[in-house]
């Protein structure tokens, strides 16, 4: 029995979403299958090759929907799960006939999947909440404070630095399968993750002081635009611990397979906010959350990512 998981990659509510999945999936129906993981990532053209559904099981977790009729499981909980209205269609007709589960109120995607797991197919895993909290902490930057999101003191926050930084899927794999049957503790004693923790945690620190220079904030929005710089990816609490009384962010920045607009939200700001951040993106084929998301652009576009970053900061600061 081949078991393919297609996971939100470089993602610790992904890769927590594809590790439970994994315990699940393999005490409750599989106990003698063998997993493989695929590392999904936002891109400007979105398509699913018939090719990744190679498993005699195939699922799709914290990631846009497929209607691929190889598809067997589907979770997610992002208000932009559908990558066009037939895709939504071919879900809700066919959604009786398979495992497919969507609620986009959830906060994270592990945490929807274990009260799924529970309600539906009663099945537990007690040695899995402390990941499935954080998970929810992490998903939905319940931190007590910027400066707790950005200084890195708990496991689980250091193991989303090692996820998110890794180059590749081979470590974020690695993880996977640890977060399965260990603690958070554990996995940081693991001396694959240990050895990348280092050197990531000081190209952290860089980027806090990168994020000073660069970041202009104007009517609690703060832009910034690090496409001139080597930076495949940062934290993204460092605005709000550099200006504690924004509201918003929209940066530009290159990553290796894209040109990439972040929006997102204080989420120490308390109350409704008056925009829709999945909503807005939407307008420009990305997507995301109420309060967090993200435009892709093909790699180098970064006229158009600009141009559109402009028209995005100027919408949330009216």
């Known amino acids: 029995m081949q078991v393919r998981i297609l996971y939100h990659d470089h993602c610790f509510d992904g890769a927590a979403s594809a590790a439970f999945f994994s315990r699940f999936l393999r005490d409750k129906f599989h106990s003698d299958a063998q997993f493989s ?9 979105q398509l699913f090759e018939d090719e990744l559904f190679d498993g005699d099981v195939n699922a799709i977790v914290d990631f846009k929907y497929s209607p691929n009729e190889k598809l067997t499981w589907w979770f997610d909980h992002h208000q932009s799960a559908f990558l066009t209205p037939e895709d939504q269609r071919h879900y809700e007709s066919t959604r009786d006939n398979r495992h497919l589960f969507f609620d986009p109120t959830y906060p994270s995607c592990t945490k929807f999947i274990c009260h799924v797991a529970r309600d539906k197919f009663g099945y537990e895993a007690p040695d899995l909440e402390e990941l499935v909290r954080w998970a929810d902490i992490v998903d939905s930057a ?14 689980a926050m250091k193991i989303t630095l090692v996820i998110e930084g890794a180059q590749g899927s081979d470590l974020v794999h690695h993880v996977i399968r640890l977060m399965q049957h ?17 050197p990531l945690y000081e190209r952290h620190l860089k980027s806090i002081d990168l994020i000073r220079s660069a970041a202009t904030h104007d009517k609690g929005v703060v832009t910034f635009d690090l496409i001139e710089h080597e930076v495949e990816g940062y934290n993204k609490f460092i605005p709000y611990y550099l200006h504690p009384d924004s509201v918003f962010v929209v940066s530009v920045s290159n990553q290796s397979f894209r040109t990439k607009v972040s929006v997102g939200s204080n989420p120490w700001v308390p109350g409704p906010l008056k925009h829709n951040i999945a909503t807005i993106c939407e307008r420009y084929g990305g997507g995301g959350h109420p309060r967090v998301g ?15 970053a402009a028209e995005v ?6």
């Open 313 to 318: 900061a100027a919408e949330l600061k009216s």
């Open 182 to 198: 260990k603690t958070l503790d554990e996995i940081m004693q693991d001396p694959r993750v240990n050895e990348l923790w280092t």
């Open 294 to 308: 993200a435009i892709s652009f093909p790699k180098g576009d970064v006229e158009a990512a600009r141009k559109v």
């Open 142 to 155: 319940r931190y007590e404070s910027p400066k707790a999101a950005v200084e890195l003191g708990a496991a």
């Open 37 to 45: 993981y695929t590392g999904m990532a936002h891109k400007a053209s």
